[in-house]
């Protein structure tokens, strides 16, 4: 799909996933590495035979390299002519290495003014924190999303596989493409701003949004779950591990919760009365504090008493047969031994040093423009240069919105999904967000809620991912309404769905049929584990798609059950995949006028999160499992407590030199052997407790600014009222105020990239409930009056 496009990447490993994801997508990748060798070569895991970085070999698949030293006259001329046939430069360097190296924006584009230059950061190109040294702990902290996930009596907890940069890649490789479409209209590049806090914060979920709206509700942590007015359970031990049951709150859990029940009733762990309770309401009831959560607990016990009778095979395999929410907490070893990817060959061969390994496969399955396979990692200097002619611009000076005169009908529902059509409309696309006339959506009806006030119109969650739509509310079972939806399909030029697989099809909303209407159709379908394999049929969330990819066993601590990361992880994660896909299928349709249909799973998404995990153990039989907050090789590297009430501080130590400091503000003397991060390690929980014992009565931010100052990577843990007045955060733009027809003033996330002369711009706030039906219609589809009528009728008599 992207053959013609043409990319420099010169990120080290917080921009290294951007560049793997464009050469999936077909892209011609040149690593530009400084003498040596990138720095990604030398992060951990290594090769325990050979030393070579497998996050290097994880992320560099696909990809050519040449080794240049841009201090002198000679590497910088082979630069400037690699630039002049560029597309796309991808760049993680700090301010000063950007002066030093001319990688600057302005002078890439007096080389070569199409040139798309993306800059991945952990704060973003500018404001106050622009220049703090930073790593993916401190970043993770700062987004607000860190503080939720772990157990309430210890400090939160990171996913052991650093996230927050890959992120912010998956979020670079969009960014570019739409800033390649914007291209397709100026014929001109521009420079694309990533922030890794702001593209780490949409793993918060709005979680971190409630403070700004008002609302009553503060989520928080507990063990194995989250918390509000009261603690959610997450996780259940079972014979031989743990499982992820999704018994949560809400309309859309009433049948499953119950189809739950019924199992435990039938082995004599719960009675008849359970089975009868609309837990669904109840939990939601206790939630919000209007019942007391003594009930819940107990039936917690009870459920845990069946699941400890019985393995997670055993629990996962008649759980789908029972359509419950229900999955095991895996490990990288359990993963690639899961019959489902296996099915779907999702996995693919590739080689480190002398072995052949299995590694994550295509992110997307698509049935007009199937992913590249890439090719193992390169060694420093394996290039045959750019090949092929490059990509195609026109020459124009439209500057209206990237993805303007894109029209989008959108079935997404709850998180995934529409985090992705949420891009779409920031960047100009028309989307037309379709729900149901017989069922509120669930993001909806799901806490925390502006005001405190419990309606539709007023969840956070929905206005966050939803901001920006049309809204229209049919019945697809409705024939009038059907009809109505099939004029959508041939008015538009994408279909998103993330529904099971029957669905869609069970309305004759299928791809084939949809074709049969629109040939050119392009659809997206994603849903947790696929539209096809042994598992594409289960039920469920993110927190599922999370425990079964290996998030779960990797997020908590070694002496107790995991923790996960917080509620629906890969609803968080897979979005950016799904965008890449769209985006690159559009390319694909420009250049051949053909739609197709793109699958993309959730769960294979995030997995790619994970490569540096797979690929250690797959070259050296390790599994990484819960690390707390601790790194391969970073010491100190950890999260401690400041004066106050469940107040955090990241910090972490990246030389030696940090470390020396450190101990010298602590006004103690180093321990003996402590010199080097080998010998740190073998005391880590000793210098733990001593960082622990001299940050626990200083106030966070104080603290947090003397480390900086210092050159300590170091941030406070933010929640939503810390996050509300972060000044990098405000400065940024982050929290944008919208309207919204009922609730009035909402405030929600802007976009987590900056592109300079086509920026996002937000128009509208979320839809209440079928706010555009008539819009639509007669603006949209051009009904006359009394078509419109009979419609409106014909779904009012529903």
Same mark, same amino acid.
């Given at each position: 799909? %992207? ?5 420099? #990447? ?98 890439? !584009?007096?080389?070569?003014?199409? +040139? ?32 939720? !996930? ?213 992110? !997307? ?37 990237? %993805? ?32 149901? +006339? /017989? ?33 229209? +509310? ?171 009430? #469940? ?28 010199? /080097? ?122």
């Amino acid at each position: 799909m %992207l053959e013609d496009i043409r990319v420099l #990447d010169l990120s080290d490993e917080n921009g290294i996933l951007a560049g793997y994801l464009l050469a999936h997508l077909g892209a011609e990748v040149i690593a530009v590495e400084p003498p040596g060798g990138s720095h990604a070569r030398r992060v951990a895991p290594f090769n325990s035979t050979s030393g070579d970085g497998l996050w290097w070999e994880a992320y560099a698949r696909g990809k050519q390299s040449i080794e240049l030293d841009l201090s002198s006259d000679a590497g910088i001329e082979a630069f400037n002519t690699l630039v002049r046939e560029a597309d796309i430069l991808i760049e993680s360097a700090t301010s000063n290495q950007r002066r030093q190296f001319g990688l600057a924006y302005e002078e890439i !584009a007096r080389i070569n003014p199409t +040139t798309i230059c993306v800059a991945i950061t952990p704060f973003g190109l500018d404001g106050p924190k622009a220049d703090w040294p930073a790593t993916d702990l401190t970043v993770w902290a700062a987004s607000g999303t860190h503080i939720l !996930a772990g157990d309430d009596d210890r400090a939160p907890v990171r996913t052991s596989v650093p996230q927050a940069f890959l992120h912010a890649g998956a979020d670079a490789a969009g960014a570019a493409l739409i800033a390649l479409q914007a291209r397709h209209k100026t014929g001109k590049g521009q420079q694309v701003d990533v922030s890794a806090q702001q593209s780490s914060a949409q793993a918060a979920l709005a979680a971190h949004l409630t403070h700004q709206n008002n609302s009553d509700i503060t989520v928080a942590r507990i063990a194995g779950g989250l918390a509000a007015a009261m603690p959610i359970r997450m996780t259940w031990p079972c014979a031989d591990g743990y499982v992820a049951i999704t018994l949560l709150f809400g309309p859309a859990f009433t049948e499953p919760n119950r189809r739950l029940l019924k199992w435990v009733h039938e082995t004599g762990h719960c009675g008849a009365e359970d089975v009868e309770t609309d837990w669904g309401a109840r939990i939601m009831a206790m939630s919000l504090g209007e019942d007391s959560p003594e009930a819940y607990h107990v039936l917690c016990q009870k459920v845990e008493n069946f699941t400890l009778e019985r393995t997670q095979s055993e629990l996962f395999e008649e759980g789908l047969d029972r359509g419950i929410y229900i999955a095991p907490t895996l490990s990288i070893e359990g993963l690639l031994q899961e019959r489902h990817f296996r099915a779907r060959d999702f996995w693919q061969e590739t080689t480190s040093g002398d072995k052949t390994i299995d590694v994550p496969g295509p992110f !997307a399955k698509l049935s007009e423009s199937p992913l590249t396979q890439p090719g193992p990692a390169p060694g420093i200097g394996d290039h045959s240069g750019f090949s092929g002619k490059p990509g195609l611009s026109d020459a124009g000076s439209d500057i209206s919105k990237p %993805l303007e005169g894109l029209k989008v009908l959108d079935f997404m529902w709850v998180i995934a999904g529409p985090f992705c059509t949420r891009v779409l409309a920031d960047y100009g696309a028309t989307v037309i967000k379709v729900e149901s +006339t /017989t069922r509120f959506e669930p993001a909806r009806t799901s806490p925390p809620f502006k005001d405190g006030e419990k309606t539709p119109e007023h969840g956070i969650p929905f206005a966050d991912f939803n901001t920006g739509k049309l809204g229209v +509310t049919i019945n697809p079972n409705n024939p009038m309404g059907k009809e109505v939806l099939l004029d959508l399909v041939r008015w538009a030029d994408v279909v998103t769905e993330s529904f099971s697989p029957k669905a869609m099809k069970s309305w004759g909303l299928d791809y084939d049929s949809l074709r049969e209407v629109n040939p050119d159709i392009i659809m997206l379908s994603s849903c947790l584990m696929g539209q096809t394999g042994p598992r594409a049929m289960v039920p469920g969330y993110g927190n599922m798609a999370a425990a079964v990819t290996g998030f779960y066993e990797l997020t908590g601590w070694a002496d107790r059950s995991p923790a996960g990361p917080y509620l629906a992880y890969t609803d968080g994660v897979s979005p950016r995949y799904m965008l890449v896909s769209l985006l690159a299928a559009l390319e694909h349709k420009r250049k051949t006028g053909k739609g197709q249909h793109i699958d993309v799973s959730q769960a294979e998404a995030a997995i790619h999160m994970l490569a540096p995990a797979i690929h250690d153990y797959e070259v050296n039989g390790h599994i990484w499992g819960r690390m707390d907050n601790r790194d391969l090789t970073m010491c100190p590297h950890g999260v401690y407590p400041t004066k106050g009430t #469940d107040q955090w501080i990241a910090l972490a130590c990246q030389t030696n030199a940090d470390w020396e400091k450190l101990a010298e503000l602590m006004d103690e003397s180093a321990p003996e052997h402590s010199a /080097t991060a080998e010998e740190r390690k073998l005391i880590e929980s000793e210098l733990d407790d001593s960082i622990s014992r001299w940050t626990q009565s200083q106030e966070g931010a104080t603290l947090q600014n003397l480390l900086v100052e210092n050159g300590i990577a170091a941030h406070v843990l933010q929640d939503s009222t810390s996050c509300t007045t972060d000044p990098q955060y405000v400065h940024r733009g982050h929290f944008v105020e919208v309207d919204q027809t009922i609730a009035g003033k909402m405030v929600v996330e802007g976009s987590r990239f900056k592109l300079r002369d086509t920026p996002a711009v937000i128009e509208r706030g979320p839809p209440a409930t079928g706010e555009h039906n008539i819009e639509i219609l007669m603006d949209i589809l051009g009904y006359d009056e009394d078509r419109v009528a009979d419609v409106l009728a014909s779904l009012c008599m529903e």
